[in-house]
């Protein structure tokens, strides 16, 4: 059963915007920390940015200023919206959801693509 499920990715230019989605099956927005990580070729999975069940927000410093995170509780839903993308920003995106007691999933994640 799919818990995570990422959308919003493409092809976009240099100097582009996209809006990425991570919907939850279930009230799980309020209560967990979520999380956008990313993995580009040959390269370890990293942070992106998260937020706490409190609202608050922690950004990479490569996205700060460019990348924002929302989310909507009623629809169990996460948004990071990117701003001013760049082709090192090219990568797979993914978003756990981790509530801290048992319930920890990552969805499968949606590809950006930046081009110069």
């Known amino acids: 059963q799919v818990r995570v499920l990422e959308s919003g990715g493409g092809l976009v230019q240099a100097g582009g915007s996209l809006s990425l989605s991570c919907a939850t099956l279930g009230a799980v927005v309020r209560r967990a920390d979520m999380g956008w990580y990313r993995q580009a070729p040959g390269k370890q999975r990293d942070l992106v940015a998260t937020m706490a069940r409190d609202g608050s927000t922690n950004y990479a410093d490569f996205v700060k200023g460019r990348f924002t995170l929302s989310r909507d509780i009623a629809e169990n839903t996460v948004y990071l919206q990117m701003n001013d993308v760049q082709p090192p920003n090219t990568a797979v995106y993914y978003c756990?959801?981790?509530?801290?007691?048992?319930?920890?999933?990552w969805g499968q994640g949606t590809q950006v693509t930046v081009s110069s």
């Open positions: 756990n959801a981790n509530d801290g007691e048992g319930y920890d999933f």
